[in-house]
T-cell receptor, first 113, second 114 residues
Framework: DADVTQTPRNRITKTGKRIMLECSQTKGHDRMYWYRQDPGLGLRLIYYSFDVKDINKGEISDGYSVSRQAQAKFSLSLESAIPNQTALYFC????????????FGPGTRLTVL | QQQVKQSPQSLIVQKGGISIINCAYENTAFDYFPWYQQFPGKGPALLIAIRPDVSEKKEGRFTISFNKSAKQFSLHIMDSQPGDSATYFCAASMRFPGGNQFYFGTGTSLTVIP
C-alpha cells in the first residue's frame, strides 16, 4: 500500500548540511503531519498542516521547517543538521473531521554524522 | 513533559497469554484515544480506538479499557500470538480550531514467545 510515500527512505548526512525529507500522499487527505521517533521517546510531533495554507508548530519544531507545496505534498527541512536530529521520521495524513485515523508513511531513517 | 505516559517499556508473553499495556494522561481536553501497532521497518498503523464516553471497546482479540475518572486506559491482547510481536503506541488527541493534534506514548515492545 503506497498511499503515503516518503523519500528518501534512508539518508546519511553531515553536521551543518541542509536536508529535505519529502512526503506525498494519494489519499486525498487535507491534514498532514511530521513526527520523529526516537527509542524510548515514542513519536513526537514536529509540524502539522490542516490545509495548504495552514502550517503549525508541534512539540519539537526548533531546527526544522516545513513546506506544504500542494494538498498532496508536505516537506520537512533541516536547515543545518546536527547529530541529535538523528532519528526515524514519519509523515502522516488524516482526513478532515473528528476521530479519524492517521495513516503513516514508511518512514525515513536519518543519520547526522 | 510527556502528555501520555505508557508502561511497560517492554513485555514478553507466552503464546496464548494475555498482554496488557497501560497508559495514563492528565489533560482532560483529550477526547480520542487510539492505539497504534508498528512492525519493524514500517510506519505505525491504527489498531483500535476509543472515545471517553464508553468504558470498553473490543475488536476481535484486542480490547481497550477506559477509566475516565482515573485518566487511564489500557490495551488487552487476548490469546496473544507470535504475529502480535510489535511495538504498540497509545495516543491521545485533542481538537483545535481546524483539526486535531495527537500525543503519543513512549511505546511498548511486545514479544510473544511461541
Amino acid at each position: 500500500d503506497a498511499d503515503v510515500t516518503q523519500t528518501p527512505r534512508n539518508r546519511i548526512t553531515k553536521t551543518g548540511k541542509r536536508i529535505m525529507l519529502e512526503c506525498s500522499q494519494t489519499k486525498g487527505h487535507d491534514r498532514m503531519y511530521w513526527y520523529r521517533q526516537d527509542p524510548g521517546l515514542g513519536l513526537r510531533l514536529i509540524y502539522y498542516s490542516f490545509d495548504v495554507k495552514d502550517i503549525n508548530k508541534g512539540e519539537i519544531s526548533d531546527g526544522y521547517s516545513v513546506s506544504r507545496q500542494a494538498q498532496a505534498k508536505f516537506s520537512l527541512s533541516l536547515e543545518s543538521a546536527i547529530p541529535n536530529q538523528t532519528a526515524l521520521y514519519f509523515c502522516a495524513t488524516m482526513r478532515s473531521g473528528t476521530y479519524n485515523e492517521q495513516f503513516f508513511g514508511p518512514g525515513t531513517r536519518l543519520t547526522v554524522l | 513533559q510527556q502528555q501520555v505516559k505508557q508502561s511497560p517499556q517492554s513485555l514478553i508473553v507466552q503464546k496464548g497469554g494475555i498482554s496488557i499495556i497501560n497508559c495514563a494522561y492528565e489533560n482532560t481536553a483529550f477526547d480520542y484515544f487510539p492505539w497504534y501497532q508498528q512492525f519493524p521497518g514500517k510506519g505505525p498503523a491504527l489498531l483500535i480506538a476509543i472515545r471517553p464516553d464508553v468504558s470498553e471497546k473490543k475488536e476481535g482479540r484486542f480490547t481497550i479499557s477506559f477509566n475516565k475518572s482515573a485518566k487511564q486506559f489500557s490495551l488487552h491482547i487476548m490469546d496473544s500470538q507470535p504475529g502480535d510481536s510489535a511495538t504498540y503506541f497509545c495516543a491521545a488527541s485533542m481538537r483545535f480550531p481546524g483539526g486535531n493534534q495527537f500525543y503519543f506514548g513512549t511505546g511498548t515492545s511486545l514479544t510473544v514467545i511461541p
